[in-house]
T-cell receptor, first 107, second 111 residues
């Protein structure tokens, strides 16, 4: 199966700081998505981004499909951004998730 | 509108028992996925439905696991002869145009 590496595994930020999370795939995937899992376990879809760049408020994402990686940018972080960020992509019907980046934003 | 719902939210059972986990997808979503998430890991694919049929069940770990979606809406994940290693959060997601929407999960603990 596809291996998905996410970096960094853990990140602690002061409120207001910016950060970049990275996701590398061992092979080409389709339908790349980024998710945020809040401290209560709920997974929320942030971006559907198979290629190119998208922005949504303080968050933006860029996928370079030819190089099999994606980046998630968080600007002006807030305590509510805390949680685990996952990227995922599929080959065929099977989606592969990374092990996540655990983000803690401290006030 | 209503999101994906899963019941029960928590389930404690004894080794060897049978359990059923239910998923109600978003209305109109034809694609439905089941995942299993262990502590500190990302969700692990179990099975994918398109409509009523299991289009891909390659992620089911063994024949103790089975899932159905008889009317193309609600799905039930069934686990027979539960083992302690089955303890995890079981997540359901429904999808439209490839974007997945997850339910809150069922936390299964096998004692």
């Amino acid at each position: 199966g596809i291996q998905v590496e996410q970096s960094p595994p853990d990140l602690i930020l002061q409120e207001g700081a910016n950060s970049t999370l990275r996701c590398n795939f061992s092979d080409s995937v389709n339908n790349l998505q980024w998710f945020h899992q809040n401290p209560w376990g709920q997974l929320i879809n942030l971006f559907y981004i198979p290629s190119g760049t998208k922005q949504n408020g303080r968050l933006s994402a860029t996928t370079v499909a030819t190089e099999r990686y994606s980046l998630l940018y968080i600007s002006s972080s807030q305590t509510t951004d805390s949680g685990v960020y996952f990227c995922a992509g599929n080959t065929g019907n099977q989606f592969y998730f990374g092990t996540g980046t655990s983000l803690t934003v401290i006030p | 509108g209503a999101g994906v719902s899963q019941t029960p939210s928590n389930k404690v059972t004894e080794k060897g028992k049978y359990v059923e986990l239910r998923c109600d997808p978003i209305s109109g979503h034809t694609a439905l996925y089941w995942y299993r998430q262990s502590l500190g890991q990302g969700p692990e694919f179990l099975i994918y439905f398109q409509g009523t049929g299991a289009a891909d069940d390659s992620g089911l770990p063994n024949d103790r696991f089975f899932a159905v979606r008889p009317e193309g809406s609600v799905s039930t994940l069934k686990i027979q002869r539960t083992e302690r290693g089955d303890s995890a959060v079981y997540l359901c997601a429904s999808s439209v145009e490839e974007t997945q929407y997850f339910g809150p999960g069922t936390r299964l603990l096998v004692l």
